[in-house]
């Protein structure tokens, strides 16, 4: 008999800031704040990125600074 | 010790000796306010992301304040910015909370792993059961 079962492999996501030990999110680290803005150049949510909120939160900041020196776009046309 | 981070966007159609010029009256600004400078970083020339004022580029200065006293020339600073048309954007940013808050989690960091439980292993086995 098929037994419905249902054996997911999802791949378990991780905080890249616990898993690399970055404490200091710096607004002028634009390589590494690349990664949080997709083609529209808009904040990555939590959800897919897998960052943890305690690194969310400085990481938002960060980005909200780079994009007011004009480090990344605000939006992409 | 308060530490502040100060960057500012010059317009690119100034030349890099006023720019250091500017930056020195800055720097004598801070210094005067009884404020130390700890570090000085000129990017030079850097590709706006977007463009400001119809320019496409900007020259890129960051400079990183100390203050003893929490008392900083700061605000003055960044009034005077406001007013120069030359300079398009700056952005001033207290430092030493969140360093100190990173340096103190950094050896937090070696016991925090025991707490970590793995959930993906006992997620599936209830479904293996018939």
Redesign the interface.
């Known amino acids: 008999m098929a ?1 419905a ?3 997911f492999f999802r791949r ?1 996501k991780v905080c890249k800031f616990c898993a690399d ?1 970055i ?2 999110i710096d ?2 680290d634009v390589k590494l704040l690349q990664q949080f803005i997709p083609e529209r150049s808009k904040i990555l949510p939590r959800r897919i990125s897998g960052t943890c909120a305690n690194h969310q939160r ?1 990481l938002q900041q960060a980005i909200k ?1 780079a ?8 939006t992409t046309d | 010790m308060r530490t502040y981070e100060l960057m500012f966007v010059v317009d690119p159609r100034v030349s890099d000796e006023e720019v250091v010029t500017m930056t020195q009256d800055y720097k004598n600004m801070i210094t005067a306010g009884g404020s130390q400078i700890t570090g000085e970083e000129n990017w030079g020339r850097r590709k706006l992301a977007f463009p400001i004022n119809k320019v496409n580029e900007g020259k890129y200065v960051l400079l990183y304040v100390g203050s003893e006293t929490g008392k900083t020339a700061l605000p003055a600073v960044e009034h005077r910015m406001r007013q120069n048309d030359r300079i398009l954007r700056y952005l001033t940013v207290r430092t030493d909370e969140d360093l100190k808050r990173a340096a103190r989690r950094q050896p937090a960091k070696g016991s925090a792993p025991a707490g970590e439980r793995e959930r993906t292993d006992g997620n599936a086995e209830p479904e293996e059961e018939v």
């Open positions: 037994r079962r249902k054996v378990r030990k404490d200091y607004y002028k400085p600074r994009r007011h020196l004009a480090l990344i776009p605000f």
